[in-house]
């Protein structure tokens, strides 16, 4: 299915595959290269252009495994997702977080992102956690994102799942309170840098 939104018509959504990684690795750690949030996690330019990729397949390979990549069809943008599940209802010690810091030893910062994130992380509800989505730098303001949260979304309604995310700017932010997502209320300070919003969205049944 296409979407159109404005004059920007917007490739169709599905479900990626494992033989996509390394594009979507290449497309995620490009994509992120002017967020606030990896700007302080990887101060250096250059090394953030090379860590990325490797630090951001973490939650590819989490996603493609445990839960699931929405891409559209052209690879210009992506969604990723991961189940979580309630504390007491069966959930399992997962070390994601480990593998995180390891996919870029020595820097403090990818702990200390970690463990602020993990301090506001809802843990009494099962629901979707959607680590990452990006566009292309040249595929931005078309509708991409809307598009991918809507297709997640949808299912979150169906099914009757909340969702949760952390916002790594302002104008992100406005754009998940539109569709349906509430800051909590507690924002993730990261030390001389700047805020991140978690944010919960309950399912439109």
Same mark, same amino acid.
């Given at each position: 299915? #296409?979407?159109?939104?404005?004059?920007?018509?917007?490739? %169709?959504?599905?479900?990626?595959?494992?033989?996509?990684? =390394?594009?979507? $690795? !290449?497309?995620? %750690?490009?994509? +992120?290269?002017?967020?606030?949030?990896?700007?302080?996690? +990887?101060?250096?330019?250059?090394? !953030? *252009?090379?860590?990325?990729?490797?630090? +951001?397949?973490?939650?590819?390979?989490?996603?493609?495994? =445990?839960?699931?990549?929405? /891409? #559209?069809? =052209?690879?210009?943008?992506?969604?990723?997702?991961?189940?979580? *599940?309630?504390?007491?209802?069966?959930?399992?010690?997962?070390?994601? %977080?480990?593998?995180?810091?390891?996919?870029?030893?020595?820097?403090?910062? /990818? *702990?200390? /992102?970690?463990?602020?994130?993990?301090?506001?992380?809802?843990?009494? !509800?099962?629901?979707?956690?959607?680590?990452?989505?990006?566009?292309?730098?040249? $595929? *931005?303001?078309?509708?991409?994102?809307?598009?991918?949260?809507?297709?997640?979304?949808?299912? &979150?309604?169906?099914?009757?799942?909340?969702?949760?995310?952390?916002?790594?700017?302002?104008?992100?932010?406005?754009?998940?309170?539109?569709?349906? +997502? /509430?800051?909590?209320?507690?924002?993730?300070?990261?030390?001389?840098?700047?805020?991140?919003?978690?944010?919960?969205?309950?399912?439109? &049944?």
């Amino acid at each position: 299915m #296409t979407v159109h939104q404005d004059t920007a018509v917007v490739p %169709g959504i599905r479900r990626a595959v494992a033989g996509e990684r =390394d594009e979507i $690795r !290449r497309l995620i %750690g490009e994509g +992120f290269m002017a967020d606030p949030v990896s700007g302080w996690v +990887f101060p250096d330019e250059e090394h !953030r *252009r090379a860590a990325q990729p490797e630090f +951001f397949g973490v939650y590819l390979d989490a996603a493609l495994r =445990d839960g699931w990549a929405d /891409v #559209t069809d =052209d690879l210009s943008a992506a969604a990723l997702w991961l189940p979580v *599940r309630a504390a007491g209802e069966g959930a399992e010690e997962d070390d994601l %977080g480990d593998r995180l810091v390891r996919a870029d030893r020595g820097n403090e910062r /990818v *702990r200390i /992102v970690g463990e602020l994130t993990a301090r506001v992380h809802p843990a009494d !509800r099962s629901h979707y956690y959607l680590p990452v989505i990006v566009t292309a730098p040249g $595929r *931005r303001n078309q509708g991409r994102g809307r598009a991918l949260l809507a297709t997640a979304l949808d299912r &979150c309604d169906r099914e009757g799942v909340p969702a949760y995310l952390e916002a790594s700017n302002a104008r992100s932010k406005s754009l998940y309170e539109r569709l349906g +997502f /509430v800051f909590t209320g507690t924002a993730v300070e990261l030390p001389e840098g700047p805020p991140m919003w978690p944010m919960w969205r309950e399912p439109r &049944c």
